[in-house]
């Protein structure tokens, strides 16, 4: 009878564990836990009006992703148009060769509904625009 109890004890501390796992993979696409453990959902909008929130600040090494929820194509970049150099390492002219993947450009129109996620490394305040209809523009602050 105590093997018995034993075995339930295990079971319960094992499921318990199973569930404790699986309840922290669940967040939704576009959230990210900060390095202070917190839930942080870093997204930017692209509405007809424009990007959404205009300003956002992040702490170093967190990502943010650009959804386009207008019906025209948006192109996130970084200022300054049409050159996107003011984010370090970034240039439109690496749109298109190996070194895309690291620059604060998304490289295309994105399509209503697409989402593009860029990882902010480099503290500072850097201002962007979308590239498609320079006008629009904003501010990520990486603090
Ligand atoms: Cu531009």
Redesign the pocket.
């Known amino acids: 009878m105590k093997n018995v109890i034993v075995i339930v004890i295990v079971i319960v501390i094992i499921l318990g564990g199973v569930w404790y796992i699986s309840s922290n993979n669940t967040q939704e696409p576009g959230n990210q836990v900060s390095p202070a453990g917190n839930l942080v959902s870093n997204v930017v909008t692209i509405a007809s009006s424009g990007f959404s929130p205009s300003s956002l600040t992040v702490q170093k090494g967190e990502t943010i992703t650009f959804k386009n929820e207008s019906s025209q194509p948006a192109?996130p970049?970084s200022a300054i148009?049409?050159?996107?150099t003011v984010y370090p390492g970034s240039s439109?002219a690496k749109c298109g060769t190996t070194g895309e993947a690291g620059i604060f450009d998304a490289c295309k129109g994105l399509l209503k509904g697409e989402a593009w996620s860029f990882q902010f490394d480099i503290p500072g305040t850097w201002k962007y625009?979308d590239?498609l209809n320079?006008s629009r523009n904003g501010t990520i602050v990486v603090q």
Do not use: R, V
């Open positions: 192109w970049a148009h049409p050159t996107h439109i625009h590239h320079p």
